[in-house]
């Protein structure tokens, strides 16, 4: 979707965003928030730990989840596993790639990908 008056590209997403992180994530949240208002159809969930869907770890910073959607909200495509979010240029980083309606560009940086949860990875023999 194009946003022609703000020059801005955007496509529906949800973002999950794990609560129970441990870190001072107020002004990460903050930043998060903002990107996802400067989306039409973006929605931010906070919630519990995200283990069963990334692999977290202890590092300090935000873990989050983002899928692609429609406007009425049904899946539209993969999640994209998020984390370590740590400093308010990630959330701005992550921001910008959101406006831009999620490209599988490289414009995420990769330090920003997390990896799945150990019963998503297949097992070798």
């Known amino acids: 979707m194009d ?3 703000h020059g801005r590209r955007s496509r529906p997403f949800t973002l999950v965003v794990c609560a129970s992180c ?3 994530t107020s002004r990460l949240m903050d930043g998060l ?3 996802v208002r400067g989306c039409p159809h973006g929605v931010l969930v906070s919630t519990g730990c995200l283990a069963k869907v990334l ?3 202890d590092d300090r910073g ?3 989840a983002v899928q692609p959607c429609t406007p009425d909200r049904r899946p539209a495509g993969a999640v994209v ?3 370590t979010l740590v400093t308010v240029a990630d959330a701005e ?3 910008a790639w959101l406006r831009a309606g999620m490209p599988d560009d490289g414009t995420l940086p990769d330090r920003l990908r997390a990896a799945p949860a ?3 990875v297949a097992r070798l023999n």
Request: charged fraction near 25%; hydrophobic fraction near 40%; charge should be positive.
């Open 118 to 120: 150990p019963q998503h």
């Open 33 to 35: 928030r903002r990107a």
């Open 62 to 64: 935000l873990h989050a």
């Open 81 to 83: 596993r998020l984390g």
């Open 22 to 24: 441990p870190a001072e």
């Open 3 to 5: 946003d022609a008056a």
């Open 55 to 57: 692999h977290c770890r």
């Open 93 to 95: 980083a992550l921001g």
